[in-house]
Nanobody, 127 residues
Framework: QVQLAESGGGSVRAGGSLRLSCAAA????????VGWFRQAPGKEREGISC????????YYADSVKGRFTVSRDNWKKTATLQMDSLKPEDTAMYYC????????????????????WGQGTQVTVSP
């Protein structure tokens, strides 16, 4: 099991940037996928990024591709979501999630894939 805590949310104007962090505790972090999700009021949760355990590959939803960049530091047990060119439609609660790698796994944006979740951090983008 991995315990997760997000930070770095806040309010920004459209076109601005924010950097979210996800701090992890637990021995399985280095063997875990890390995903980022968001949920806006009245909308379903959306998977927006996933990075594999060694950090060599990442995947993005079309809605954020080219604007968001995910990275991780397995020594520090952290993951980072750099968000640039923010739009009002990016306003949401952002969550990081983790799932320990098992043979046959690959990144997924389905919420059911993920085992551990943080509490979330709010991002608000004004016009």
């Amino acid at each position: 099991q991995v315990q997760l805590a997000e930070s770095g949310g806040g309010s920004v104007r459209a076109g601005g940037s924010l950097r979210l962090s996800c701090a992890a505790a637990g021995d399985n972090y280095r063997r875990s996928y890390v995903g980022w999700f968001r949920q806006a009021p009245g909308k379903e949760r959306e998977g927006i990024s996933c990075i594999i355990p060694d950090g060599d590959r990442a995947y993005y939803a079309d809605s954020v591709k080219g604007r968001f960049t995910v990275s991780r530091d397995n020594w520090k047990k952290t993951a980072t979501l750099q968000m640039d060119s923010l739009k009002p439609e990016d306003t949401a609660m952002y969550y990081c999630a983790a799932r320990e790698w098992t043979l046959g796994d690959s990144c997924s944006f389905s919420g059911a894939f993920w085992k551990d979740w943080g509490q979330g951090t709010q991002v608000t983008v004004s016009p």
